[in-house]
């Protein structure tokens, strides 16, 4: 880690890499801000997001401060447990793969979610074909969790000046 002690860690999704478009296009934006950045490659454990999770967790661990988590649709999955597992400085998820009970092992997910900090935002398209936004509703009403709500799809792609923003606010409030 440089001089900078604050860190954006970037899960990606299931079907996704460190490179992915929205890691790509948030990743200036954070280190704009003053973040170290860390993208972590879990496309090695492709169909297990509970080994995604504690990567994760492990990573967590092992910074100085408590960083910011940032995950897309799997990735917000996998940042959503490791935040119930370690503190972290923020959430910032985008169409996050919550309440899929048909997609993570039984036990796995909870009724509901209760991640270690107060600092949390999601961002989800209207017209996700992929996890509905209405998941990511339930999940912000039981949380108070700040909610955007996109007139974009599953991979945000028609979004990004307005991700850019969204995630920028969210980083000044960290």
Request: aromatic share 6%; charged share 20%.
């Amino acid at each position: 880690m440089s001089d900078r002690t604050k860190r954006v860690i970037f899960s990606h999704g299931h079907m996704s890499g460190p490179q992915s478009m929205k890691i790509v296009e948030l990743e200036p934006v954070a280190r704009a801000a003053g973040f170290d950045t860390l993208a972590i490659d879990y496309r090695d454990l492709q169909d297990d997001p509970v080994a995604r999770a504690k990567r994760l967790i492990e990573t967590v661990r092992g910074q100085e401060k408590p960083p910011i988590l940032v995950g897309s649709s799997m990735g917000g999955w996998v940042c959503m447990h490791a935040a119930e597992s370690v503190p972290v400085a923020g959430l910032f998820l985008m169409a996050p793969a919550l309440f899929l009970e048909d997609r993570v092992p039984e036990g796995v997910v909870p009724e509901g979610y209760t991640p270690q900090t107060d600092q949390v935002t999601v961002v989800h398209g209207w017209h996700d074909d992929i996890i509905p936004w209405q998941h990511s509703l339930r999940f912000a009403q039981a949380s108070k969790a700040a909610l955007h709500l996109l007139d974009s799809d599953h991979r945000l792609e028609s979004a990004i000046p307005s991700l850019r923003a969204i995630f920028s606010q969210f980083l000044a409030s960290a």
